[in-house]
C-alpha cells in the first residue's frame, strides 16, 4: 500500500510563491512516474505537472508552464511543487498522485494514476 500526504498549502496574495511537497511511504516511490492535480470549487480535477521516475523528464499543464516547477528527491521518497507568480485562477485543492505504470511516461491523463494524497488547499488572493 502506497500513502501519499501533501503539504504546504496556504493563504498567499498574488504574485506570491508557496511550495508543495507530497511525502510518500513505502519504497517503490522512485520507480514511477509523479504528479500534481488541482481541482478548484465546481470544476473537474485537471492536471498540473508531471515527472519521470528520474526526475529527468518533466511535463506542464500550458497554464502553469514558466511559473511553477516540479521536482523528486527519490531518497527522500518526496516530490515538489514550487509555484511562484501566483494567481488567484490558481485557488484549488493541490493533491498528489502515482502513475499506475513503472517507470510510465509523465502522463496528463487523470485516470492513469492510481495513488492519490488527501490534498493541500491553496488560496491565492487579489
Known amino acids: 500500500q502506497v500513502q501519499l500526504v501533501e503539504s504546504g498549502g496556504g493563504l498567499v496574495q498574488a504574485g506570491g510563491s508557496l511550495r508543495l511537497s507530497c511525502a510518500a511511504s513505502g519504497r517503490t516511490f522512485g520507480s514511477y512516474t509523479t504528479g500534481w492535480f488541482r481541482q478548484a470549487p465546481g470544476k473537474e480535477r485537471e492536471f498540473v505537472a508531471s515527472?519521470?521516475?528520474?526526475?529527468?523528464?518533466?511535463n506542464y499543464a500550458d497554464s502553469v508552464k514558466g511559473r511553477f516547477t516540479i521536482s523528486r528527491d527519490n531518497a527522500k521518497n518526496t516530490m515538489y511543487l514550487q509555484m511562484n507568480s501566483l494567481k488567484p485562477e490558481d485557488t484549488a485543492v493541490y493533491y498528489c498522485?502515482?502513475?499506475?505504470?513503472?517507470?510510465?511516461?509523465?502522463?496528463?491523463?487523470?485516470?492513469?494514476?492510481?495513488?492519490w494524497g488527501q490534498g493541500t488547499q491553496v488560496t491565492v488572493s487579489s
Open positions: 515527472i519521470s521516475w528520474t526526475g529527468a523528464t518533466t
Open positions: 498522485a502515482r502513475h499506475r505504470q513503472r517507470a510510465g511516461v509523465p502522463s496528463t491523463k487523470t485516470y492513469e494514476y492510481d495513488y
